[in-house]
């Protein structure tokens, strides 16, 4: 079955940069919609940013509109899934996880069928 496994986590002060990777393993989501979602503790998990399968549309939730960009690339036999993350804050520290939907563009966690592990992001002020 084809994975999602996410990398680029970590400690950053505030005002800092991040970038999130995330590749596919044992297939690609070339045709997927591709969605980065983050939960923070006791919290559900929201929605942070989409992209459909050929980079034209892109959309961000409110809170990280012109701070966060996601972006991704469709090779042969790997799709790599962007998130830079600039100008971070403390209420971004989440678990940051990759996801993949047969719908381009979506806002909604059930619309999402393959999920990575997650990636923890902590922002320290």
């Known amino acids: 079955q084809v994975q999602l496994v996410e990398s680029g986590g970590g400690l950053v002060q505030a005002g800092g940069s991040l970038r999130l990777s995330c590749a596919s393993s044992?297939?690609?989501?070339?045709?997927?919609?591709m969605g980065w979602f983050r939960q923070a503790p006791g919290k559900e998990r929201d929605f942070v940013a989409a992209i459909d399968s050929s980079s034209t549309n892109t959309d961000y939730a409110h809170s990280v509109a012109g701070r966060f960009t996601i972006s991704r690339t469709n090779a042969k036999t790997t799709t790599m899934v962007y998130l830079q993350m600039n100008s971070l804050k403390p209420e971004d520290t989440a678990v940051y996880y990759c996801?993949?939907?047969?719908?381009?563009?979506?806002?909604?966690?059930?619309?999402?069928?393959?999920w990575g592990q997650g990636t923890q992001v902590t922002v320290s002020s």
């Open positions: 044992k297939g690609t989501f070339s045709s997927y919609g």
């Open positions: 996801a993949a939907s047969p719908h381009q563009v979506q806002r909604s966690v059930k619309l999402y069928n393959y």
